[in-house]
């Protein structure tokens, strides 16, 4: 089976630039998060979409935005993009129901210039 | 709000000695405790999880993990380490029900060196 599956895997934008990231969960599963990883830090949770609904937004600005499909999957735009955006973008997906195990795929490196 | 620490930012450590990496957490209520690792370029991998019952876990490639209550730790230790377990470690703290909607809260990594 094919795991998490995440595209573009690199990305170079400019300050200002808007981006999409997309994400494929795990067959079966309906839960797909996004988190941010800086350089040097661990993941930080960005949002977490669970039956195409927002379940839950961490401290993020405005700018960043998500939404999930009828077939689950997932994208994450960011407007506005800054140079502190500059980042590995995981997604992770999970079956859901009480044992919350996320599974992540290999990220997408934005590179903000 | 819950955090994770883990003290350690590097360690260094000989082929086929033993290893521990702490990590203490920092949640109001029973928490989800995990240990990933990532190596260069990858996304992150579950080594093993904690949600009840048995306070010593057992994972995947030889890790286990010791939760104890009374401190808020859950160390990640291996008997003897390969060349191939050089990579960053993660603990992470997440919510007790389903869905997830805090996310999982992450430490800022330990990174392991492995020495021949």
């Known amino acids: 089976d094919a795991g998490v599956t995440q595209s573009p895997t690199h990305l170079i934008k400019t300050r200002g630039q808007h981006v999409t990231l997309r994400c494929s969960p795990i067959s079966g599963h309906k839960s797909v998060s996004w988190y941010q990883q800086v350089l040097g830090q661990g993941p930080q949770f960005i949002f977490q979409?669970?039956?195409?609904?927002?379940?839950g937004r961490g401290n993020f600005p405005d700018r960043f935005s998500a939404r999930q499909f009828p077939n689950y999957s997932s994208e994450l735009n960011v407007n506005a993009l800054l140079l502190g955006d500059s980042a590995l973008y995981l997604c992770a997906s999970t079956l859901a129901g009480p044992e919350n195990i996320q599974y992540f795929g290999a990220g997408t490196r934005l590179s903000v210039l | 709000a819950q955090s994770v620490t883990q003290p350690d930012i590097h360690i260094t450590v000989s082929e086929g000695a033993s290893l521990e990496l702490r990590c203490n957490y920092s949640y109001g209520a029973t928490p989800y405790l995990f240990w990933y690792v990532q190596s260069p370029g990858q996304g992150l991998q579950l080594l093993l999880k904690y949600f009840s019952g048995d306070t010593l876990v057992q994972g995947i490639k030889g890790f286990e993990a010791e939760f104890k209550r009374s401190q808020s730790s859950f160390n990640l230790r291996k008997p003897s380490v390969h060349w191939s377990d050089a990579a960053e470690y993660f603990c992470?703290?997440?919510?007790?029900?389903?869905?997830?909607?805090?996310?999982?809260?992450f430490g800022k990594g330990t990174h392991l060196i492995i020495q021949p």
């Open positions: 979409y669970y039956e195409k609904e927002e379940r």
């Open positions: 992470a703290v997440g919510p007790y029900s389903g869905g997830g909607a805090d996310g999982l809260t």
